[in-house]
């Protein structure tokens, strides 16, 4: 009877262990895809034909999708080697679609796409072609554009600044970048203009802590009868670089001309953040790391973020025990990076005997 009632107990918790074993794959995933790269909204009309083809509609918003992609995460140099890639390749490297609007109105037919291209895919296409992608990380900035005619010895800054009045004139959905002009202030001014000899040096912190933002955009444009010279002071997460450039002379009562110097001038701000956030792809990191197991919605969340995260390459649940997850992951960045992208998502973790174990 003893023996009888102690192989029920071993019966009961080998049940239970199997119970555990079966709820953490339900909550877990076995092998875990990279994140989708979502781009919405992508409008396309074409004219209500006999020999419409709504395939071949659908077939172009594809590849402006994937046009405006490589614009969010390759820097404009790289622009080049990805123009010609065929529409069968970019349909392999597409996840999901949708129709989230179609219409026809006056026979015009209208549509409207949300696409999701394969992160994984994507990464090693770009690879293939020595592209380092970056990470399509938005970011709200305070741009302060400063026209000195030193002709006139005279300061524009605000609505009398032609670059200040078309410069949020023609936003493109894939800019990453946000501007946020600052509103017209006397003080401001003022204080500018006090310091019109030395702007070089002016750290202008008295007018970029009103908006509560730490990156900045100030560009100084000083303008004389023979070249106009630029000076770019910017400011990512504390990263701080000065830029001074001689460009070619800009007829400032050209609207046309400014708006189209406008768009270089945010291209080459969205390239120098671009590479700031580079993924040096060909670095891929193998961990392995060790969760308990105990918690199932935390082992979920734990998921979640390791399948959100763009440096994560890819990971999969090697083995697992009763108290233990053992997670493979490749991650396209150094151990350092490691610790400090899940330190930011509330995640911490101690080395013991070359296996990473989650506090």
């Known amino acids: 009877m003893k023996y009888i009632f102690q192989n029920l107990k071993l019966r009961k918790l080998y049940i239970f262990f199997l119970f555990l074993a079966v709820l953490n794959i339900f909550f877990s995933t076995g092998i875990s895809f990279a994140k989708t790269f979502s781009i919405n909204d992508v409008e396309l009309s074409t004219p209500f034909r006999i020999n419409f083809n709504k395939n071949k509609i659908i077939d172009k918003g594809f590849v402006q999708a994937f046009n405006q992609l490589m614009l969010s995460i390759v820097q404009s140099k790289d622009h080049q080697k990805l123009k010609k890639i065929p529409l069968n390749q970019i349909k392999s490297m597409i996840e999901t679609f949708s129709i989230k609007e179609e219409k026809f109105i006056n026979e015009i037919y209208y549509i409207k796409l949300n696409v999701s291209f394969n992160k994984k895919i994507i990464f090693d296409l770009l690879e293939k072609k020595n592209i380092f992608p970056s990470l399509p990380e938005k970011k709200d900035i305070i741009f302060i554009p400063i026209i000195v005619d030193q002709n006139e010895n005279q300061i524009k800054m605000f609505s009398d600044n032609t670059i200040y009045n078309h410069w949020n004139s023609n936003t493109k959905q894939f800019e990453l970048l946000n501007y946020i002009l600052p509103t017209e202030d006397l003080e401001d001014l003022n204080l500018v203009k006090k310091n019109i000899e030395n702007l070089e040096n002016f750290e202008f912190k008295e ?97 979640e973020i390791l399948s959100n995260l763009d440096l994560i390459y890819n990971f999969y649940i090697y083995k697992f025990d009763n108290k233990n997850n053992i997670y493979k992951i490749i991650f396209n960045g150094t151990p350092d990076k490691f610790i400090e992208v899940m330190k930011n998502n509330n995640y911490e973790f101690e080395i013991v005997n070359k296996l990473w174990v989650m506090k």
């Not at 900045?216 to 002071?233: E, G, P, V």
């Not at 590479?275 to 105990?294: F, G, M, Y």
């Open 207 to 303: 007018i970029t802590k009103k908006y509560n933002l730490e990156n900045y955009i100030i560009s100084i444009f000083f303008i004389d009868s023979n070249q106009t010279r630029l000076l770019n002071k910017i400011s990512f997460d504390d990263k701080k670089t000065l830029k001074n450039t001689l460009i070619k002379k800009i007829n400032f009562n050209s609207d046309s001309e400014v708006i189209k110097f406008i768009e270089i001038l945010k291209t080459t701000f969205e390239d120098s953040w671009k590479s700031q956030n580079e993924i040096n792809t060909s670095v891929k990191l193998p961990l392995t790391i060790s969760v308990e197991n105990s918690n199932n919605i935390k082992i979920y969340q734990l998921e």
